[in-house]
């Protein structure tokens, strides 16, 4: 499946706006046909075709899937947990946008912090 380059460049842009301490925690993985950024080994944000991939706390999924575009993802025919599809009406300015960045990124810095090393396991 291929995937938006201009949602791909978008998204760039805005990643990068957010300093060198985010961009050094972030690679990028090819996933579900698209594109899933990672920040501290935990997917973060993504691009499926022409939509937004986002991960969204718990606490925070209500309002996700109340705003314009959003839709529980279901990849595999089950809905995923914490993982919202985004239409493109729904990041059409960068303030919401940003608004799903935010989320994916404060999704990843919960779980990168709550992982326990190997050692400790």
């Not at 791909?8 to 961009?23: C, D, H, I, T, Y």
């Not at 920040?39 to 925070?60: D, F, N």
């Amino acid at each position: 499946m291929a995937y938006s380059k201009d949602l791909e460049n978008r998204l760039n842009r805005l990643l990068m706006q957010r300093g060198e301490a985010v961009q050094e925690e972030l690679t990028v993985k090819y996933m579900f046909g698209g594109l899933a950024y990672m920040y501290r080994g935990k997917m973060s944000v993504g691009i499926v075709g022409e939509s937004l991939m986002a991960r969204v706390p718990a606490t925070h999924m209500t309002e996700a899937l109340l705003r314009e575009g959003a839709r529980p993802m279901d990849f595999t025919g089950r809905t995923m947990k914490e993982f919202v599809f985004v239409d493109p009406e729904g990041f059409r300015e960068d303030t919401d946008m940003n608004q799903w960045i935010d989320w994916g990124l404060e999704h990843a810095r919960s779980k990168s912090a709550s992982a326990k090393p190997l050692s400790e396991r």
